[in-house]
């Protein structure tokens, strides 16, 4: 296989984890997605679009611990595009709600 077929199927892989999480199907996104991120965080290359599905992924399927270090690996990334800056925004706001419910079962 030569270099150009194994990025595209690379690349293939990265979007259906991307398909997967906007069909909800989180808990497979996360199997999809999980090769990408710990490639991305070895290599340190922010990537924000997947980490910000991959946390998604992990919100909605209760992973909080597993979010809030993705929370926190996206905050540090600078935004390359204003769809990384709308990714970043969307993604405080699930931090946000997620707040927002812990502080109502507390009470």
Known sequence: MDKTARLKAFAEEMKQ???LVKEKKDK???????PFIELMRQSEAPHIRLFVS???AQIRT?????F??????V?????????DEQLK???DGFFVDMMDE????EK
Do not use: F, N
């Open 17 to 19: 984890g991307y398909q």
């Open 28 to 34: 497979e996104a996360i199997q999809k997605l999980r």
């Open 54 to 56: 991959y946390s998604i």
């Open 62 to 66: 209760g992973d909080l611990e597993g």
């Open 68 to 73: 809030l270090q993705t929370y926190e690996e």
């Open 75 to 83: 905050k540090g990334m600078a935004p390359k595009s204003e769809e």
């Open 89 to 91: 925004s969307q993604l």
């Open 102 to 105: 812990l502080q109502k079962k």
